[in-house]
């Protein structure tokens, strides 16, 4: 019998994320471990990010965690994309982003930023073919944006 992929959210422990994302480590571009302490940086998504998660049985596959909390702007900040690497390129990131952005418009959110390397060019696709757009640049980062229309495009969906 073929296990079905489950998503949910906020399910994962502090320690379920540290694990899943040393494990994507080197499918981060620089690696996560070169730009943060990875056990602090899921301790603090633990708490304080909301978090769109797919789980093959008691396995965390795939991982997308976003701030959501900002009303007075109304600007939500995507902190983290990953996959384990056997299970990219079958759709997940997608299911994911979709899950995140249906989210942010149901709390309110009229925009989503977030950070990617100049040169991680699959996440870059990603992201485009999910509605963002470059905003910016700095350093070796780019920004890039979506804009959430009134009436929810992504929440029609959910």
Known sequence: MKTQIQYRTDKASASKLAEHLQQCDADFVPPLSERIAIVGYANKLSVKATRFEAWLEDKLIGLVAAYCNDQESRHAFISSVSVLHTWQGKGIADSLLKLCLAHAEKTGMRRIDLEVAADNKAAIALYKRNGFST????????TMTVTLQDGGQYGKQA
């Open 135 to 142: 905003n910016g640049a700095h350093e070796r980062f780019i």
